[in-house]
């Protein structure tokens, strides 16, 4: 883990997601690799991952058929999931929101599973070309934020592609990073 410098509280949630970290600049789009921007701002703890889709189903473009539709509905269910991320229990953080997106899935792949509703259709690449990403952005309100310490990554056992999470934490306490793996899975701040 590299040290942690000072961050000024009031630090806004979006801007924080937003700024290009310099662990994240260096890394290309590898297959296996993924990106964790963290933030905390109150009682908010926001998260945003983004990977090459490959990592999570296998592939990198639209789905050609039902079994590749199913897997994507997989990787949107376990993205959801409540043990995707797992706060500090002494923080007693609610998951507030989850939003999923990638230019070559059809958004309806993408929504929680809901009775009736029609099933998605194959996505149109829309002129896209070379490697395609997933991204999510979670948000968490937490009773006590100041119990927030660190957070248990539960994407390792669902997605065995991934082979390894470079992240990016500015909380209260200060920046901090780490590198995650299917072998370390907790992150402390």
């Known amino acids: 883990m590299q040290p942690i410098h000072p961050v000024p509280s009031g630090v806004l949630l979006g801007a924080l997601l937003a700024v290009a970290c310099p662990l994240h600049a260096e ?42 539709r199913a897997a994507v509905r997989r990787m949107a269910q376990a993205l959801r999931s409540e043990q995707a991320f797992l706060p500090s ?32 259709q194959p996505a149109a690449e829309a002129g896209h070309k070379g490697h395609a990403e997933i991204l999510a952005d979670y948000t968490y309100e937490c009773a006590t934020p100041a119990a927030l310490r660190g957070l248990e990554v539960g994407l390792f056992k669902s997605f065995t592609g991934l082979k390894r999470l470079d992240v990016q934490v500015a909380a209260p306490q200060g920046q901090t990073s780490a590198r995650l793996t299917a072998k370390k899975t907790a992150l402390a701040w």
Do not use: I, W
């Open 27 to 68: 890394q290309a789009h590898v297959h296996g690799y993924a990106t964790l921007d963290v933030a905390v701002d109150g009682n908010t703890l926001a998260l945003r991952l983004e990977s090459p889709l490959d990592s999570f189903v296998g592939f990198e473009r639209a789905p050609k058929n039902e079994k590749e």
């Open 89 to 120: 229990a002494a923080a007693a953080c609610r998951l507030k929101d989850v939003a999923l997106s990638s230019p070559v899935l059809d958004p309806a792949l993408l929504l929680p599973a809901a009775q009736g509703q029609p099933p998605a």
